[in-house]
């Protein structure tokens, strides 16, 4: 069966590094997705991607973030300078079409530790 | 206002017990309403997938959506240890880009 592949599964780094995160979303799908969730708190969105741009995006995805699809494969979410409060489990996910008629399908998460 | 509410729980019933999840909104705006589970560690799955105002029944598993309340439920008849979760509902508005989550019900059904 398709699934969303996530790397780093856990990624520990230093304040103020750079950290790449990489999703290899299902092959046919259109729609790529970075979800956020702090240990113990609720799945926030952090960005949509489609037909290579951002689509939308929420008040936590600030300068400090940005996404590209590099090849055609790979999805990244890169994030410049880490802060302590972006520990979290960041997850990848993609959709085959938007709105109703598609179904999230979540990779595994990448959990970043920021010390 | 939150835009989905939902009790983070713990729920804890015995195996076999019918649970019932909800979740209230504010966005008039969300027509596609999801239910999903997540394992400890894991990313979500999606459960159930309902479209506006209605019912949609699987297995031992129900949706309600009721757009009038902006209220939805999850039914889990004869739950099981297995069904040991979290379960989070989600909603999709009509420009269908973003899914928007509730805070998910931590559910522990006892053997």
């Known amino acids: 069966e398709p699934e969303v592949t996530q790397t780093p599964s856990h990624q520990v780094t230093q304040m103020g590094q750079e950290v790449i995160l990489r999703c290899v979303p299902i092959s046919n799908h259109l729609y790529f997705y970075w979800y956020r969730q702090i240990l113990g708190q609720k799945v926030e969105f952090l960005v949509s991607f489609y037909n290579n741009e951002i689509s939308e995006k929420s008040e936590i995805f600030d300068d400090q973030f940005s996404v590209e699809r590099p090849d055609g494969s790979n999805f990244t979410l890169k994030i410049r300078s880490t802060k302590l409060e972006d520990s979290a489990m960041y997850f990848c996910?993609?959709?085959?079409?938007?709105?109703?008629?598609?179904?999230?399908?979540f990779g595994e998460g990448s959990r970043l530790t920021v010390l | 206002q939150k835009e989905v509410e939902q009790d983070p729980g713990p729920l804890s019933v015995p195996e076999g017990a019918i649970v019932s999840l909800n979740c209230t909104y504010s966005?008039?705006?969300?027509?596609?309403f999801m239910w999903y589970r997540q394992y400890s560690r894991k990313g979500p799955e999606l459960l159930m997938y309902t479209y506006s105002s209605g019912n949609k029944e699987d297995g031992r598993f129900t949706a309600q959506v009721d757009k009038s309340s902006k209220y939805i439920s999850l039914f889990i008849r004869d739950s099981q240890p297995s069904d040991s979760a979290t379960y989070l509902c989600?909603?999709?508005?009509?420009?269908?880009?973003?899914?928007?989550f509730g805070a998910g019900t931590r559910l522990f059904v006892k053997a």
């Open positions: 966005n008039s705006a969300f027509q596609y």
């Open positions: 996910a993609s959709m085959l079409s938007s709105g109703g008629a598609g179904e999230l399908f």
């Open positions: 989600a909603m999709i508005d009509t420009g269908g880009f973003k899914t928007i």
